[in-house]
């Protein structure tokens, strides 16, 4: 939202982060980065 995106977008954009977070174990190497991210959003389209 900082980013002035819609809520509908934010929404993808945790989906998507949380699906990456939970397919590896770990608090911090489950963490992934903006790239990981737009990556999956942008295959998923």
Not at 11 to 30: D, E, M, Y
């Amino acid at each position: 939202m900082v980013e002035g995106k819609s809520h509908e977008e934010c929404l993808r954009f945790a989906t998507a982060a949380a699906s990456l977070c939970v397919q590896v174990k770990g608090a911090i190497p489950s963490m992934p980065d903006q790239t990981s991210v737009m990556k999956l959003l942008e295959s998923s389209i």
